[in-house]
């Protein structure tokens, strides 16, 4: 057990528990039409993600990569730039989607993005029926903001 | 110099010559309201980035930070992020503003974001009246797509 | 449950079950004077890893932030360039330690990292006596290797 | 011109200039020896990088790619992970190679990953003769660690 009292929901505040509705078919829907306008040359694996705020907005994003490939935006990248194009906020599901339109398994650093700005209870989508996995099923024990103030020296 | 017999313009065919007028200062406010929607809870150095593709669409992104500090996303990595949301294409020209409203120096990293989309005549407002700076004078000898496959081994 | 059938162990064989001793004491101790090498000046957050390999090398890193934040190599992104110096090879166990000197957790960039080179069961010291935990229980249902081949479009 | 009264020669004091004397041929077959070491089953580009510090130290890297491509590692972050093993301090001379021997353009991200470490005087083999090109000429008007102080907001 890692040093800490409690598992860090993230800088932001959580979303209330009543927050809005969440459509998982119009996320997934998003998300793959994200994942066709990837731009992945080096790859060809296009992925696009979705998400819903507390707020009510979707939010989407693509990958991007890079000749340098440590330069590559994930898909989850673009939606949290996406989010705060919308003002910012909190995110309560995503869905990310390959180009085959299922839903791929988001990558450690998009787990931490996630983590940011949706905290230990967004929920993702894995493929199947409601209810979805919990993020932090995906990033148990997650490094956060909290760890920033505290593991100082 | 580098084993390059040219200047690599970058993977997507360059914008056309004749492209859209460039209104920079249309390109500046759109940044200087990106820097606004910044989340830099970590530095406090707010940043706004707005690109005009070769398409003529209008562009933007702003930083995100992350508690990890490397998964933190430039403005730059937003504003390729939101090119691809529109389709993708080409970047003619960038502006790129900090909170306090004057241009501010793309980071390393992003200037080859930047590259990848715009090559080396992408034009970046370095606050002067125009023409502003080439994306050749800030990253010269640009790594890019073409050593991808001139230097495998 | 994403589209896969096992959980990938990464691109690299597997280490051999009968892979050489850990000696954890040592592994955090490397870990605790990595940390003091840290280069911090941003977050003062500073970190140190060490690991084993299989073939028996200790390897290890301290963070190395940059003024953009973005650019921030975490201790875990020097351990695994401390891997390939030494001829690379599979990790089995890891040790990252914060200037407290306790363990800390490892953000989800370098929990993919990690699963690179060390697979599902690499071992990670997670502050509490033997046995440590594993990388699949910190990172599950991991992105890996074989989504690249198997999830393009 | 960007708001900004000097270069920022980065945050650590710049290099004595009477540092250490720079053997390139020493440097250059350092970074030969590294790309041999690179881990880079998806590009194939194998990079090394090598450098001597203020201190004399000789310091070195291998690119170090990952399934999620965006989680690569270049030569030149492994190098200055390199430094901070050696007690960290100033570089003086880099050269970086690919695995066909030639010197090659380090990426946007590495030239900043190099002028936090070495500033804009920090000498860097382009493939002539000396003298060996200066970052200032390949990351000109580099955003730095001032500009963390200065804009903020």
Redesign the interface.
Known sequence: ????PVIDPG?KPPASPAGPPIDWATLRAAATA?AA???A??????VGAAGLSAAGDLV???N???????????AE??L??????H??GRLVAVSIV???G????????????L??HGGAELLVD???PAPARRLA?????????T??VT???
């Open positions: 057990m890692y040093c800490r800088t994200a306008r990837a731009y040359p080096y790859s060809h694996v296009h989407e994003g693509s991007v990569e890079n000749a340098s490939y440590g330069l590559t935006l994930c990248c673009g949290v730039s996406d989010l705060a194009r003002g910012g390959a180009g085959d299922d839903p791929v398994a988001p990558c450690g650093r998009c787990r931490q993005l983590f940011e894995d493929g199947t099923d995906l990033l148990p024990e997650a490094f956060g903001p760890d920033l593991r100082r020296s």
